[in-house]
C-alpha cells in the first residue's frame, strides 16, 4: 500500500541555519500528490506546501520542496530557519487509486533554537 | 473560502462509554470526507473514508462496529466512537475534499478526546 517515511523524529537547529526535512514514499501509483503539513502546538495539521509535478520547485512562506519520481522524494527545506519555524511537519501522500485520503509519514519535531 | 468546523473541540468520557463528533463544511460541498485520528505522540492515521454514493470504506484496525460513521449530506458527517478505551484518546480530524476538485483536503480544527 501508499506509505511515507520520514528518517528524523526530531531535528534541532540553530535560528538563521539551514533546514532540511527527509521525506520518501512508496506507492504503485505513477502520478501521486505529495503534501507537507505543519502543526503548531494544540493545533490542526495546515498545509504547507503540495505538488504533482516531476522535478518542480514548489515554494511557500521561505519553505520549498521538489517532488523527484526517481528516487521517490520530497525534501522540505529552508534557508534559514526562524524560531517561529518550531512546529511538528508531516509529509503526505494521496495516491491517484485515492486522492481523497492522505497517508502520512511519522512526523518530524523540527525546535528552532537562538 | 473553504472552512471545516468541528464539534466538540475538545470531549472527556468514561470508559466505556461513547462519544459523537461532528464535521460541517462551509462555505463548499464536501464529496468526500476522511476521518483521521492523532493518539499521543503519533501521526495521523487514516480511520475511514465517506465518499458520496458509496458505502463507508474503513481502513485496517478500524471498524464500522467501533467507529461507526454517518454522512446524511454533503456538508455534514459525524463519528461516533463507541466503548470508548484509553487507546481511544487523541486528536480525531475530519477531512474534506471540495465538489470542485483539486487535490486539497480541508482540516477541521480537530475533536480532542480525552478517556478516563
Known amino acids: 500500500g501508499d506509505s511515507v517515511t520520514q528518517t528524523e523524529g526530531l531535528v534541532t537547529l540553530t535560528e538563521g541555519l539551514p533546514v532540511m526535512l527527509n521525506c520518501t514514499y512508496q506507492t504503485i501509483y505513477s502520478n501521486p500528490f505529495l503534501f507537507w503539513y505543519v502543526q503548531h502546538l494544540n493545533e490542526s495539521p495546515r498545509l504547507l506546501l503540495k505538488?504533482?509535478?516531476?522535478?518542480k520547485r514548489t515554494e511557500h512562506q521561505g519553505f520549498h520542496a521538489t517532488l523527484h519520481k526517481s528516487s521517490s522524494s520530497f525534501h522540505l527545506q529552508k534557508s534559514s530557519a526562524q524560531l517561529s519555524d518550531s512546529a511538528l511537519y508531516y509529509c503526505?501522500?494521496?495516491?491517484?487509486?485515492?486522492?481523497?485520503?492522505?497517508?502520512f509519514g511519522s512526523g518530524t519535531k523540527l525546535t528552532v533554537e537562538p | 473560502g473553504a472552512l471545516v468546523y468541528q464539534y466538540p473541540r475538545r470531549t472527556i468520557c468514561k470508559s466505556g462509554t461513547s462519544m459523537r463528533m461532528e464535521c460541517q463544511a462551509v462555505?463548499?460541498?464536501?464529496?468526500?470526507v476522511a476521518w483521521y485520528r492523532q493518539s499521543p505522540q503519533k501521526t495521523f492515521e487514516l480511520i475511514a473514508l465517506s465518499t458520496v454514493n458509496s458505502a463507508i470504506k474503513y481502513e485496517q484496525n478500524f471498524t464500522q462496529e467501533k467507529f461507526p460513521i454517518s454522512h446524511p449530506n454533503l456538508s455534514f458527517s459525524s463519528m461516533t466512537v463507541l466503548n470508548a478505551y484509553l487507546e481511544d484518546r487523541g486528536l480525531y480530524l475530519c477531512?474534506?475534499?471540495?465538489?470542485?476538485?483539486?487535490?486539497?483536503?480541508?482540516f477541521g480544527p480537530g475533536t480532542r478526546l480525552l478517556v478516563l
Open positions: 505538488s504533482f509535478t516531476d522535478n
Open positions: 477531512g474534506a475534499r471540495a465538489d470542485w476538485g483539486g487535490d486539497t483536503q480541508y
Open positions: 503526505a501522500l494521496s495516491g491517484m487509486s485515492n486522492y481523497n485520503v492522505l497517508y
Open positions: 462555505g463548499f460541498q464536501a464529496t468526500s
